[in-house]
């Protein structure tokens, strides 16, 4: 398996809250993306980075922002949660042919 | 604007059929189009398709892409139980943005 990882795997927060996700690689792949999936819509991009400090926003990414100081770490930060952020939230890493893609995070915001 | 549609979005068949699932996109600046398997977890890469006419084979799985037609199949054939799962396309732009369409569940009955 590719070395990617997403922290936390779980979590609930209250509406107004901060929420940072982290996905943290070990395959130094230069491209990262964050997706989310929900019923009805199947995987949507929210934000991808091309390499350090250099990121784009995809087709959701209203209320997220993203960071990525280090090759192998890229922060997706919702500054103020909402109900409709409760998803389930994919990372992913390419480099040439392939994409994996991290074990998942699952947000509720009540 | 971009899209990707899969079709269909369900397909139930017995053990050992033959099944074809279907991908279309309309998508300006096309680089690439890919296939995951995703069972309960995050979603597995199969292929990644760039050229028009060249059949990608893995096992009983192959894809092919028709880039004048704007379309990709995949096949699978003597399926078996653990082929259920659901299968999405995506297409990856110039701009590194990659479009997910919203999947194909497919169920194979023993």
């Known amino acids: 398996d590719a070395g990617i990882t997403q922290s936390p795997r779980h979590k609930v927060t209250e509406t107004g809250t901060p929420v940072t996700l982290r996905c943290h690689q070990t395959?130094?792949?230069?491209?990262m993306y964050w997706y989310r999936q929900d019923p009805g819509h199947g995987l949507r991009l929210i934000h991808y980075?091309?390499?350090?400090?250099?990121?784009d926003k995809g087709e959701v990414s209203d209320g997220y922002s993203v960071s990525r100081s280090k090759t192998e770490d890229f922060l997706l930060t919702l500054e103020s949660a909402t109900s409709s952020q409760t998803s389930v939230y994919f990372c992913a890493i390419s480099e040439l042919n392939e994409q994996y893609f991290g074990p998942g995070t699952r947000l509720t915001v009540t | 604007e971009d899209k990707v549609v899969q079709s269909p979005l369900s397909l139930v068949v017995h053990e050992g059929d033959t099944v074809t699932l279907n991908c279309s996109y309309e998508v300006t600046n096309f680089r690439s189009l890919l296939w995951y398997k995703q069972e309960k977890k995050a979603p597995t890469f199969l292929f990644m398709l760039t050229s028009s006419g060249i059949e990608k084979k893995s096992g009983r799985l192959s894809s092919i892409l028709d880039k004048k037609e704007l379309f990709s199949i995949l096949n699978i054939t003597a399926t078996q139980t653990g082929d259920s799962a659901v299968y999405l396309c995506?297409?990856?732009?110039?701009?590194?943005?990659?479009?997910f369409g919203k999947g194909t569940r497919l169920h194979i009955l023993p």
């Open positions: 995506a297409v990856e732009d110039r701009d590194d943005k990659i479009i």
């Open positions: 980075s091309y390499g350090v400090k250099d990121t």
């Open positions: 395959e130094n792949h230069r491209y």
